[in-house]
């Protein structure tokens, strides 16, 4: 099992940023698929952006052009630049990986490895 561990979460205003980090046990680059999901209150987790063990990238509607997943090829962890944040990305978001064999995907079911989650709070 891969261990994951978010930070960076935090409080801003509308129209700043924020940039989340995931550091994992192990080296995912390679190795398998991550990505990072959101909880928001009263919302089932939904997928925010994700990334295959190929380097093909998605991002959920809501939020492409605004965020960016980067995975660090050396370090054991993969990042959430948020830009232009809204009120409504107000969430807890997580990351999570899964080991090949893995596709690039939004489904939670895929991923085998979860973080306890970084609370997001954008405020107008």
């Known amino acids: 099992q891969v261990h994951l561990m978010e930070s960076g979460g935090g409080a801003v205003q509308s129209g700043g940023s924020l940039r989340l980090i995931c550091t994992a046990s192990?080296?995912?680059?390679?190795?398998?698929?991550v990505g990072w999901f959101r909880q928001r209150p009263g919302k089932e987790r939904e997928g925010v952006a994700t990334r295959s063990k190929n380097g093909v990238r998605a991002y959920a509607p809501s939020v492409r052009g605004r965020f960016t997943l980067a995975q660090d090829k050396v370090d054991n962890t993969w990042y959430l630049q948020m830009d232009s944040l809204k009120p409504e990305d107000t969430a807890i978001y997580y990351c999570?990986?899964?080991?090949?064999?893995?596709?690039?995907?939004?489904?939670?079911?895929?991923?085998?490895?979860w973080g306890q989650g970084t609370e997001v709070t954008v405020s107008t």
């Open positions: 999570a990986s899964k080991r090949i064999p893995c596709e690039l995907s939004f489904e939670t079911t895929q991923y085998t490895d």
């Open positions: 192990e080296n995912m680059y390679r190795d398998g698929c």
